[in-house]
């Protein structure tokens, strides 16, 4: 039952992941959306503004550029009424008032110019257009470009949390997963030790002995052959709690400990996506941290190639007075965002290490997501 609860859980965790990423594709998709109608509106009120200005100019119908301005200026404002409406943004939409608004005034400011040039007083329709309309089709364009950065950033601050809550929702699946076989596996071993005593009176009925039978060996949990299982599933549980990047190099302490590494060292994947910064460390000295710098992705060590592939490495040891290292990417839905490095404390490595270090490592991508990367080593750094 244990075990079909967990394929639940982890199916609904995928399933939910799905979700997620159908969200964030729709989210993007309305957002390039929003960024190319509002690029064209702005477009066209320049068209409107070079339509004024062919009212004035020698040898051309005005006519025909007064008609030009009011497609251009239609243009502009179908498309600002339909944002009016759809938007989901309160700051977006005082902006898109402000623009109309201005829009209505502008029609006004070009009603006079025109009673002017019907007038031939082409002196006065030039100081309406080059002086009152352009300030007018200034303050849309500002308004505009208002609306756009603020359904910009409100798209992304929506993105953002979407990735927080998919990364806790595989972080959470991920550590139920753990904790189910850990149970099974108790069961799995209490099993036998039980079918023992069962039958233990009747070898005792057969067997002709004077002396006293002895205690059985007590049969070791889970946690005294591994106890680096629960440690790690302590050190993930309070990494998914983590609000405070202070408290992170005393997780990657007790990380250490769990996986059985001399030294760790948190690798962030810069921005420009050529380097990995060393940002937290355990085992080593902030001069040795600082000493590290950046490391290129192309650089043939295993930090770089675990970054490069996505894909776990291992050196062994040259002998017992050298360690082993590995390195372990940090995968997020964007790819690599950093690389968890070990230096083990012998020169080889047991069948445990490298699941554990993995673990640690998935959870540690939820903190450092792609769009928190840049804060958490900030954070991290002020230590």
Request: aromatic share 4%.
């Amino acid at each position: 039952m244990l075990l079909v609860v967990a394929c639940i859980i982890v199916a609904g965790t995928l399933f939910q992941g799905y979700l997620f990423d159908q969200r964030l594709g729709v989210d993007r998709a309305r957002e390039d959306a929003t960024i190319h109608e509002l690029n064209t509106a702005d477009l066209a009120l320049a068209d409107a503004q070079l339509a004024q200005s062919g009212y004035v100019a020698a040898g051309q119908n005005s006519s025909a550029w007064m008609e030009f301005f009011d497609e251009a200026l239609s243009r502009a404002e179908f498309t600002l009424r339909e944002h009016q409406q759809t938007t989901l943004s309160a700051g977006a939409l005082t902006h898109y008032d402000a623009a109309l608004e201005q829009i209505r005034a502008l029609r006004t400011s070009d009603g006079r110019a025109r009673n002017y040039v019907g007038n031939e007083q082409l002196i006065l329709a030039s100081d309406v257009i080059f002086v009152e309309s352009r300030g007018i089709i200034d303050r849309i364009s500002e308004n505009i470009a208002g609306a756009r950065d603020t359904e910009v950033f409100e798209a992304q601050q929506s993105a953002a949390l979407i990735i927080q809550y998919r990364q806790a929702l595989a972080a959470g699946g991920m550590l139920f997963a753990l904790l189910a076989a850990t149970v099974a596996y108790r069961k799995t071993r209490a099993a036998p030790v039980e079918d023992a005593a069962a039958e233990a009176p009747a070898s005792a009925g057969v067997q002709a002995s004077d002396e006293p039978a002895s205690d059985p060996a007590p049969v070791p949990s889970p946690t005294e052959i591994h106890p680096q299982l629960t440690d790690t599933a302590d050190v993930c549980v309070d990494l998914a709690r983590l609000l405070d990047g202070r408290d992170l190099p005393a997780l990657l302490s007790r990380a250490a400990a769990a996986i059985g590494a001399r030294g760790l060292v948190l690798w962030v994947l810069a921005e420009s996506g050529e380097s990995l910064r060393a940002s937290v460390a355990h085992g080593y000295s902030e001069r040795m941290l600082k000493r590290l710098g950046d490391l290129p992705v192309s650089a043939d060590n295993v930090t770089s190639v675990a970054c490069r592939t996505l894909q776990p490495q291992w050196v062994p040891g040259a002998s017992a007075d050298v360690p082993g290292a590995l390195a372990v990417p940090l995968i997020s839905v964007s790819g690599c965002v950093g690389v968890l490095s070990a230096e083990m404390a012998d020169a080889q490595m047991n069948d445990h290490q490298m699941p554990l270090a993995r673990l640690v490592a998935a959870q540690l991508s939820a903190v450092i997501g792609p769009d928190t990367a840049s804060a958490t080593t900030t954070a991290a750094n002020e230590l």
